[in-house]
């Protein structure tokens, strides 16, 4: 059975999760910090969160997790569709998110989201890059209904966490959620996810765990 290591306050932890869930692949979950450790750095090699552990052997970075589980189990779900041009859609739109969008964004979260502070050069950075992001994403996606067209995919499974993460961050930071400002639809869509019984089952694990971490820190 697989094991996956990781915190629930993350959103690429979350989305590992979920797409476990959507899968219905057994797994066990075991909470672990990043860390640098000697321990951790033997299983994932920058001692960054989420890794699983496999029978094979252990695996880090969240969009490999998500690739070897479609391919160790094709009886399961598929998240990616069947055409070879639109399941490279998919990958297309789950690398522009990841990378010029939330990537980018991350910079402002330790004021957003722990407290700390972030230089305005920094700020003014982001924002541009960020909405310039977005505007490239909004061609990509179709919310119709899901990111890509009729079915739910491993578009969804990564849009998810990291747009609610991302709409949270630029409306603490700069009093202006820039998702929804650039992505029309996107509360609808959101509400989408979120009536998905596994989506709803990792929304509450974060919740918990979001509550826990500002409570002993």
């Not at 321990?39 to 997790?65: D, H, M, N």
């Not at 890509?148 to 995919?153: I, N, Q, R, V």
């Not at 929804?180 to 596994?198: D, K, N, T």
């Amino acid at each position: 059975m697989i094991t996956l290591y990781g915190v629930a306050i993350s959103n690429y932890y979350n989305k590992v999760k979920l797409a476990l869930l959507e899968k219905n692949l057994a797994f066990a979950e075991e909470t672990l910090p990043p860390a640098q450790s000697e321990a951790v750095l033997k299983r994932s090699p920058l001692g960054k969160i989420p890794f699983i552990k496999t029978a094979e052997g252990y695996l880090s970075e969240s969009q490999a997790i998500l690739e070897y589980l479609e391919d160790a189990y094709p009886e399961a779900p598929s998240l990616y569709p069947d055409d070879v041009f639109e399941r490279a859609k998919c990958r297309e739109f789950i690398q522009h998110i990841e990378l010029n969008v939330e990537q980018i964004a991350r910079r402002i979260y330790s004021e957003a989201i722990f407290g700390g502070k972030v230089s305005r050069e920094t700020k003014d950075e982001v924002l541009t890059k960020v909405e310039n992001g977005l505007r490239g994403l909004a061609r990509l996606m179709t919310l119709s209904p899901y990111a890509l067209g009729e079915h739910f995919s491993a578009a969804d499974v990564v849009a998810w966490p990291h747009l609610q993460l991302v709409g949270f961050a630029t409306q603490q930071i700069y009093d202006r959620n820039l998702v929804a400002e650039h992505l029309p639809g996107i509360a609808e869509y959101m509400q989408l996810i979120e009536s998905r019984p596994h989506a709803q089952l990792v929304g509450k694990d974060r919740a918990a765990a979001l509550e826990a971490f500002f409570k002993n820190r």
